[in-house]
Every structure is written in structure tokens, then in C-alpha cells.
């Protein structure tokens, strides 16, 4: 499985930005995916995440209500869409998937800044 993000860029605090994570490859084989996200200095973190199949989704609490996951199957595409950005978003976002074999695929980053 290949991921690939895109989307990311400089904002001011308050506006949106929607990532996109294209995947390719052994698709069938994804059970999970997500999106997570590193600031300087912090460990990564879980932003969300969304049922392959199901489209049960899960977020963090501190981004309950301003973010949302989706995805089309069609496209092979999962998306972040990320309304009222605060300063404290700014951070290289990852998109992840999870196979029924327990293997994890990351990919290559995308950065967001949010400006104040």
C-alpha cells in the first residue's frame, strides 16, 4: 500500500484547509485508516480515524467538532476536512493505514501552519 497526502499549507487562524490521502496498491487489504500529526518537539498524535468498510470514525477530543474524516472508496481517498484551525494545529500531518494483517503504512507527511 502507498499513501500519498496532499493539501497542506499556511492558513490563518480561523480558516480551513482539507487534506487528502490518495492510496494505492493492495487496497482491499485496508481495514483502518487515519490521520495523525506531529508538532516540534511532541510525539505523534492521533488526529482521527475511519473504518475502511464501515465508516465508523473516531477523534480526538481536541479536534471534536472542527475536524471531519471521510472517505470514497471509489477514489481509494481519505480526506480531513479542517474548519476553525488554531495555532496550536500547526504540525506535519500523516495519513495512515491499517490491513487486516496487522501492517501498518504511513505516509511521506504534509505540513499545516496555522498562523495567529
Known amino acids: 500500500v502507498q499513501l500519498v497526502e496532499s493539501g497542506g499549507g499556511l492558513v490563518q487562524a480561523g480558516n480551513s484547509l482539507r487534506l487528502s490521502c490518495a492510496a494505492s496498491g493492495s487496497t482491499v487489504s485496508i481495514n483502518v485508516m487515519g490521520w495523525y500529526r506531529q508538532a516540534p518537539g511532541k510525539q505523534r498524535e492521533l488526529v482521527a480515524t475511519?473504518?475502511?468498510?464501515?465508516?465508523?470514525?473516531n477523534y480526538a477530543d481536541s479536534v471534536k467538532g472542527r475536524f471531519t474524516i471521510s472517505r470514497d472508496n471509489r477514489k481509494n481517498t481519505m480526506y480531513l476536512q479542517m474548519n476553525s484551525l488554531k495555532p496550536e494545529d500547526t504540525a506535519v500531518y500523516y495519513c495512515?493505514?491499517?490491513?487486516?494483517?496487522?501492517?501498518?503504512?504511513w505516509g511521506q507527511g504534509t505540513q499545516v501552519t496555522v498562523s495567529s
Open positions: 495512515k493505514a491499517s490491513t487486516g494483517y496487522l501492517t501498518n503504512y
Open positions: 475511519i473504518t475502511y468498510g464501515g465508516g465508523s470514525t
